[in-house]
């Protein structure tokens, strides 16, 4: 009887599962050391250890993440418009289309990024992303998932990326630390310059980027971010002309790509900027000009009575100070006044 | 076309032929008495000489063939023809009679039967682009193009096909046995291929948009026509090198099309391509590059120029490239050069045949990049491939080029500087002098960065730097002058006059020379120099230098305008006379200048003034008479000339009143600034005054209305018109309308930042106020200025009004307090707001934005009054922090400003403290290091420089008086020797040559001697009596004390609380000071019991006369003199005081030196040692 009732118990469980009950994780296919790959559903990752459910299974299964060679999530997820979205400069929208897709949510993704896994290019651009929209200490929560991944490449970017977070935090420690680790010249040139700025060294700043402009002057994974950076130093300066412009040719030479969106942008901004303050000098020197006309109109009643009609005198270039020019050989008089 | 397939049949039939040919031969052999070869036997003879390699021989024979042939219409001879012509045009394109071939294939694409289309359609295009026959070669083309996606839509096909239906034979005959190899197929072109023909196209309606004479239209067609087809062959080829060349012949092709914006997408795509390394690719780069900077399309020609690889690199790069050609070709590895025995061993055969091969294989598989050349015979036989051939040809071009990356660093810095990039601009000129110090890029990059560092950087110091390097050892040429230019124009623009002066070496040090440019600058510079002398009023230096520009420069631009201002500089040494002779031979030698260029009315003028300063008052009349109606008002010294005349006509008084004040009155109505209207209003008004009886006050308050009208907001002195009006108002007895007056102007005027005279009128319209007018009349004021307050809007205007308010209340130091907390920024602050929060923060020791504050006054109310609290401020809180150079500067720089004025007493004061404080630190145990101790010996030998310059101009203008005081002469000469041993021994110190202690002691020498100077300056100011004197007096003693003059310090003390016991804190301080003094000698070693003790009773004596006394017994310091004197003492002392014994206990001690003012040294005289003694 017991062995009856043991066996109905099986066929029970046999049938519930293969009833198709839905697995809670992440679908992947795990590659492990020894080559051998298995379909699974993530967990989580707990004390270096990788939990999942074996596909059909039911157990949790732990796993060193060392013995695990390449993590494969298995949904399907629309990359290609994901970079385009970044490339174009159109952050949030990237990470609501990751959002919308990721499920059951991205930061359900996230342990696994310190594995190599196929989506770890596209959480370095969610990283990248977040920075870019501000969300410093977001963008900082990724990377140092990402500075785990035994990918160089994901390493190097979550570095630099980490170390911007930490600027924009004000942490220049933290930041220094971080730059002690980055591998790459260009890189260490681009990301000092950006600790430079962030202590308020604008020319120190400046000269590093120009160091790098000189010697790796077609490096195209630091030229583009590096030369937008002297476009913000040079506002930094105060320096406006020259920002818009450095802005305006980061928009062109690099144009199709993230960092020429952000030039345009910036570009766009800094314009702005300028005509307002334009705008804003005009209006003012308009108000004086009337408020100096209101006075004239006084005085010139005043003096009205005597007869004098101001209106009618000539205009004769007027001079505001005693300014002279020897060397141009103006007015000995102005010389003899500036003596 | 059926296959034959072999079979007995075909054997038989071979045979047969065979057959009928030997008859045909053996018939024509016959007929050979006559004895012409037939068609066939002609053929076969062709394919003989063919085989044998005879080319020209059998190219004649095909050729006769087929026209021995061409009539015929059978179909097998026309097969034969066909594959005739076919093979004769291989051999032609072989034998590189291209033209020939050319004929051959259009004949063979024209007819049919033609097994080899597609490849005689392509051998047509390549026979047409190798013989430059572009136009043709275009639509040969699209031809091959259109006939490879539609064989069957072709002419000669469709033609074809017509005949081969109405023959009832119409089959191919198989009969024909071309044995030598089987018919291919004619297959659609390969991938390859058509990259050839697309890339062929492309290069074809390149050539033909550089064909010279195009007209631009037709040229333009032609660029654009090329680009699809490149953009074809760069998106499909698999050859990389390939694929750059189209790249960059688009590039090239956009550049002539002007589309700039297309470019840049190429440009990362080039970079890609190892045809980055490809010599022409970077020649070509640079031509682009070039002539994207000369049409201003800097953002394109940017990535190019990074493009282009430095020209040892590209050499290296190429010589292993040639290298590995050489090997895979078989060529000695060192092919070109001299062999040496072991390789003439191994390579000394070659392969013409292989080479042959090669190159025919190459040729009709596409893979040609570039024109098919000659191929080169070498002399040792062995035929060279035409790439390597090229690629030799073109490292030699490299090699014999001079390295270009100079060029292109150059071109680089050129367009960051266009486009507003300093930084980058500054850092590639530092890298092309770096790399060609002495060539002329290098040079005029010294030029460029220091421009850009100093014009657009405002960075002086980096300026200097490579400016100065560069001089140090560059004396001829233009850029050392054009260097020293920009230096100057800097220098000039920011009125660093002194700066220009220190440029005088290097200019003195230029070799000269006769070309016109560089003696233009030379000119200049020189001219800059006398300049400078004169803004730094070194007078006698000035003519020195303006003399030497117009003996050395005679006839250039700037001998004239050196004659004015040696004129002038003579002026300023009260020369008139010499100061004459230079206006008047000016204007007898250049009185036809330009008239931009012309001080001719200048130079009357100021002659005027010399006959005017020389009392030669008719003359002066007259030159000024001449000059009003021989320049008349469009003259700038029109007005001048009008006031000075009046001047004169007024000082002759009576009648000539009234001609001075037409004068005045036309030199107002032509016043181009204010100053001259100015100058004018109130001469006028003088005579007004003056002669009252006969004009009236009304005059006077007309004139002032009417200036006020006219030139109240552009730099009318408001002060004073308001100060004439007020005091009008005052006569009249209506001191309410002169408070009136002024406040009116303060608020029809005080919206303006900038506004000095409003500024100026605000105590004196609380000063009237107060005095004149009761309390009722000043509420009402002050109500009226509340309103005033309450409406406007403007934050400027509203800050004065408060000031003026605290002023009325003497609440400004709340005022201040409030201020400091309440502004976040100062933007609105005029100077008045300034100084009351300056004054506050002084009165709070709050020096956090004294730096701030004196920054807003320098940039923006330079001339203001109220700048001085700014001064101080600063000065104080530099001080307090222990900056005691920034401190000194701050000093050096108020007192430039302020100089000697009743309130700037503090200012000479620091410096003299300073000044002691140095020579502490000099003096002190802290260790110096060499370089610490050279610093500061450089520094103060620059200071010592100074001040012999200074004393020896002294000396020169003292010398040329007319009347010469020989005791400033005498004291200046002593006073000159001094400086120099200084100088000698600070000039030993910075080269190093003296010991550390011998250094110090010369410096501290020097600072005691000057902080010494300093206070006795303090004594020859009048204004400064009191306090100052008091403070100078204290401050001398402790120079003293400092150099261990104990004696003479005590005496100064001892002054101190004898004569300014009255002044607040320094009767105190002197009594504690003297008694400290009295202490040390007491504590000297070495002296005798019974001096030590008359020390001791002096100081005892000197506190209980502290205790004792009135104006000093109540100061905090008492409490210092009671804990020196004990209990006991205090004890005794008052026990005097409360017997009502009255004391006049003085110590008396005679010093060493002298304690009184120097005698030289004018100063108001003080009593030496005292010799009374008084008695408890």
Request: hydrophobic share 40%; proline share 3%; glycine share 6%.
């Amino acid at each position: 009887m017991k062995g009856v009732f043991s066996a109905l118990l099986v066929l029970v469980v046999t049938a519930s599962v293969s009833l198709g009950q839905t697995q809670s994780g992440i679908p992947a296919r795990i590659t492990a050391a020894n080559g051998r790959q298995f379909e699974v559903f993530l967990q989580k990752i707990e004390d270096e250890n990788i939990k999942f459910l074996m596909n059909r299974g039911n157990k949790e299964q732990s796993v060193p993440v060392r013995l695990i060679t390449t993590v494969e999530f298995v949904g399907r997820y629309d990359i290609e418009g994901m970079e385009l979205m970044f490339n174009n400069g159109d952050y949030q929208g990237m990470i609501n289309k990751m959002t919308v897709e990721m499920k059951p949510s991205v930061d359900a993704f996230l342990p696994f990024m310190s594995t190599k896994n196929n989506l770890q290019d596209l959480f370095a651009m969610l990283m990248k992303a977040e920075l870019g929209l501000g969300h410093a200490a977001r963008a900082k929560e990724i990377s140092s998932l990402l500075m785990k991944n035994p990918d160089t490449g994901i390493q190097g970017q979550a570095e630099s990326i980490g170390l911007l977070a930490a600027l924009d935090e004000d942490d220049i420690s933290t930041a220094e630390t971080l730059l002690g680790e980055i591998d790459s010249d260009p890189g260490k040139l681009y990301l000092g310059a950006c600790v430079e700025r962030a202590k308020g060294n604008f020319v120190v700043a400046i000269n590093m980027v120009v160091d790098l402009i000189m010697a790796y002057p077609n490096d195209l994974n630091w030229m583009p971010q590096a030369e937008l950076l002297n476009a913000h130093l040079y506002m930094d300066m105060g320096r406006t002309n020259s920002a818009i412009q450095t802005a305006r040719q980061v928009k062109f030479i690099y144009a199709n790509s993230r960092v020429g969106t952000d030039a345009a942008n910036l570009y766009m901004e800094y314009k702005k900027a300028q005509d307002a303050a334009a705008d804003a000098a005009k209006e003012r020197e308009e108000l004086e000009e009337a408020n100096r006309a209101a006075v004239r109109a006084k005085a010139e009643e005043r003096a009205k009575g005597f007869g004098f009609d101001a209106a009618s005198e000539e205009d004769t270039n007027s001079e505001s100070g005693a300014e002279d020019d020897v060397g141009n050989g103006e007015s000995g008089s102005d010389t003899g006044e500036a003596l | 076309m059926l296959t034959i397939k072999p079979s007995r049949f075909v054997a038989i039939r071979t045979f047969f032929l065979a057959g009928l040919i030997m008859l045909g031969i053996a018939g024509s052999a016959k007929a050979q008495s006559g004895n012409e070869p037939t068609a066939t036997e002609i053929r076969a003879q062709a394919m003989s000489f063919l085989q044998d390699k005879q080319y020209d021989e059998a190219i004649d024979l095909m050729f006769t063939y087929l026209d021995l042939v061409d009539k015929s219409s059978m179909l097998r001879v026309l097969e034969i023809a066909q594959d005739t012509r076919y093979k004769l045009a291989a051999l032609l394109i072989q034998q590189n009679r291209k033209e020939e071939a050319i004929d051959v294939l259009k004949r063979y694409i024209s007819l049919r039967p033609a097994n080899h289309v597609r490849k005689a359609r392509k051998m047509l295009v390549v026979c047409y682009f190798d013989s430059e026959q572009y136009v043709e070669c275009i639509p040969a083309v699209t031809n091959a193009l259109y006939y490879n996606e539609y064989p069957d839509r072709d002419p000669a096909e469709i033609k074809a096909k017509e005949t081969a239906s109405k023959d009832a034979f119409g089959s191919h005959s198989s009969s024909y046995d071309r044995d030598e190899e089987d018919i291919e197929p004619d297959l659609p072109y390969s991938t390859e291929e058509l990259e050839m023909l697309y890339f062929t196209v492309a290069e074809s309606y390149f050539e033909l948009s550089q064909v010279e004479g195009t007209p631009y239209e037709k040229k333009k067609e032609y660029l654009e026509k090329c680009l699809d087809p490149f953009t074809y062959v760069t998106e499909r080829t698999q050859n990389e090198q390939r694929k750059g060349y189209s790249i960059m012949q688009m590039i090239n092709a956009m550049i002539d099309l002007q589309k700039f914006d297309r470019i840049i997408k190429w440009v990362p795509e080039l970079y890609k391509t190892p045809a980055r390394f490809d010599i022409r690719v970077n020649l070509a780069l640079l031509n682009a590059a070039a002539a994207l900077f000369e049409a201003g399309e800097y953002d394109s020609a940017l990535p190019l120029y990074r493009m282009i690889l430095p020209r040892d690199e590209l050499i290296a790069y190429q010589e292993v490239k040639l290298q590995e050609m050489k090997e895979e070709a078989g060529l000695p590895p060192r092919y070109g050069d001299d062999w040496t025995a072991d390789e003439a061993l191994l390579f000394g055969e070659s392969d013409p045949e292989r080479q042959m091969q090669e190159e025919a294989d190459n040729f009709t598989s596409g893979g040609m990049l570039f024109r098919q050349e000659e191929e080169v015979d070498e002399p040792d036989d062995f035929v060279v491939p035409h790439a390597i051939s090229e690629l030799q040809l073109l490292l030699e071009t490299l090699r014999q080029m001079a390295p270009y990356e100079t060029y292109v660093g150059f071109q680089m810095a050129q367009l960051y500087k266009n486009v507003e990039r300093p930084w980058e601009a500054v850092r590639f000129f530092d890298q092309v002098f770096e790399n060609d110090a002495g060539g002329e890029i290098g040079q005029r990059s010294v030029y460029e960065s220091a421009a850009v560092l100093m014009d657009d950087l405002d960075e002086r110091e980096q300026a200097e730097t490579r400016a100065f390097n560069y001089l140090e050892n560059h004396k001829e040429g233009t850029y050392p002058r054009l260097v020293t230019y920009v230096l100057t124009r800097y220098y000039q623009r920011n009125r660093l006059w002194a700066g220009i002066k220190g440029l005088r070496s290097y200019i003195e040090g230029f070799e000269r020379s006769d070309d016109v440019d560089i003696t233009r600058y030379d000119t200049e510079l020189n001219f800059m120099l006398g300049v400078a002398d004169l803004m730094t009023q070194q007078y006698s230096n000035a003519v020195a230098q303006f003399e030497y520009v117009i003996d050395e420069y005679s006839g250039t631009a700037q001998e004239a305008n050196s004659l004015f201002w040696c004129g002038f500089s003579y002026l300023c040494l009260e020369n008139n006379e010499k100061a004459y002779e230079c206006f008047e031979r000016y204007t007898r030698d250049f009185s036809d200048l330009k008239p931009d260029e012309s001080l001719l009315d200048e130079a009357y003028y100021q002659g005027g003034i010399c006959l005017f300063g020389m009392n030669r008052l008719d003359e002066a009349k007259e030159r000024f008479t001449y000059v009003i109606e021989t320049f008349g008002p469009s003259s700038s010294v029109y007005p001048d000339s009008c006031n000075m005349r009046g001047d004169i006509l007024g000082s002759e008084g009576g009648k000539m009143l009234d001609a001075a004040v037409e004068d005045y009155k036309h030199a107002f109505e032509n016043a181009s600034k204010a100053s001259q209207a100015t100058y004018a209003t109130f001469k006028m008004c003088d005579i007004y005054k003056a002669d009252e009886a006969y004009y009236g006050l009304s005059y006077i308050r007309e004139q002032v209305n009417v200036y006020l009208a006219k030139w109240g907001d552009r730099g009318a002195d408001i002060a004073k018109a308001l100060f004439w009006l007020g005091r009008l108002e005052i006569q009249e007895g209506h001191p309410e309308r002169a408070v009136e007056r002024y406040m009116d102007a303060v608020v029809d005027y005080g919206t303006n930042l900038r506004q000095d005279g409003v500024d100026s009128m605000i105590p004196e319209l609380v000063k009237n106020a107060l005095i004149f007018l009761n309390e009722e009349e000043r509420d009402l004021i002050k109500r009226r200025l509340m309103i005033a307050l309450e409406s406007t809007d403007s934050e400027v205007l509203k800050l004065r009004l408060r000031v003026v308010l605290a002023k009325f209340d003497q609440t400004e130091l709340e005022l201040g307090k409030t201020l400091i907390s309440e502004l976040e920024n100062l933007n609105n602050a005029s100077p008045p707001v300034l100084a009351v929060i300056c004054d506050a923060s002084f009165a709070m020791e709050d020096y956090s934005r004294s730096e701030e504050i004196l920054r807003i006054f320098k940039y923006n109310f330079e001339d203001s009054n109220f700048m001085r609290s700014a001064y101080r401020l600063r000065a104080f809180g530099q001080f307090a922090r222990g900056n005691l150079d920034g401190a000194f500067q701050t000093v050096v720089e108020a007192q430039e400003e302020y100089g000697t004025d009743a309130t700037e007493s503090w200012a000479q004061l620091m410096k003299a403290d300073i000044l002691r404080r140095q020579a502490l630190l000099f003096a002190g145990n802290e260790p110096m290091t060499e370089e610490q101790l050279v610093e500061a010996s450089a520094i103060q030998l620059q200071i010592e420089m100074d001040n012999l310059e200074s004393t020896i101009e002294q000396l020169d203008q003292a010398k040329n008086k007319k009347i010469v005081d020989t005791k400033a002469v005498e004291r200046l000469t002593n006073l000159q020797s001094v400086i120099e041993e200084k100088v000698a021994g600070l000039e030993r110190a910075v080269a190093g040559d003296s010991f550390e202690n011998a250094t110090r002691k010369l410096l501290v020498r020097c600072k005691i001697d000057e902080a010494r100077e300093q206070n006795k300056n303090v004594m020859g100011v009048p204004e400064w009596r009191g306090k100052p004197f008091a403070q100078a007096t204290y401050q001398l003693g402790q120079v003293e004390e400092a150099d261990g003059n104990l004696l003479d310090a005590h005496a100064y003390y001892q002054r101190v609380y004898f004569q300014y016991k009255g002044l607040g804190e320094w009767g105190a301080k002197g009594y504690i000071s003297a008694a400290n003094i009295l202490q040390k000698l007491a504590d000297e070693p070495g002296i005798s019991e019974e001096q030590r003790a008359i020390y001791e009773r002096a100081k005892v004596d000197t506190l209980g006369a502290m205790l004792t006394d009135k104006y000093a017994n109540t100061d905090p310091l008492v409490e210092t003199a009671k804990e020196m004197l004990g209990p006991t003492g205090v004890a005794a002392i008052q026990l005097i005081i409360d017997s009502g014994i009255e004391t006049n206990i003085v110590p008396s001690l005679v010093s060493e030196k002298k304690s009184g003012p120097d005698p030289n040294n004018p100063q108001p005289k003080a009593p030496g040692s005292i010799d009374t003694e008084g008695d408890a």
